[in-house]
């Protein structure tokens, strides 16, 4: 079992930047991929960005040159960071954690609460 944690969000205006945090429970944190996706008002919640196990990282086409995702496995965290902020960027964030394999958010096994980000024009 993983417990994750949001943390970051808040609102700021487009093209600054924002540092989301991902805090996970439990000792096997180092064995999932973890994912970040947000959902947008009347919107389907969508990928954002991901890290295996192995240090490969895949990113949106949207967020690519804008955001990097991070980990760091001594304190089980996940990181988003997220600069030159858009409008459009407006969403809830969540991440999540799954199995090394794990792409599409039905593969994820434990999700976070979430976070809000507003990006104001």
């Known amino acids: 079992q993983v417990q994750l944690v949001e943390s970051g969000g808040g609102l700021v205006q487009a093209g600054g930047s924002l540092r989301l945090s991902c805090a996970a429970s439990g000792r096997t944190f180092s064995t999932y991929a973890m994912g970040w996706f947000r959902q947008a008002p009347g919107k389907e919640r969508e990928f954002v960005a991901r890290?295996?196990?192995?240090?490969?990282?895949t990113y949106a086409d949207s967020v690519k040159g804008r955001f990097l995702i991070s980990r760091d496995n001594a304190k089980t965290t996940v990181y988003l960071q997220m600069n030159s902020l858009k409008p459009e960027d407006t969403a809830v964030y969540y991440c999540a954690a799954g199995a090394p394999g794990a792409y599409f958010s039905s593969e994820y096994n434990y999700w976070g609460q979430g976070t809000q980000v507003t990006v104001s024009s």
């Open positions: 890290r295996g196990i192995t240090g490969i990282t």
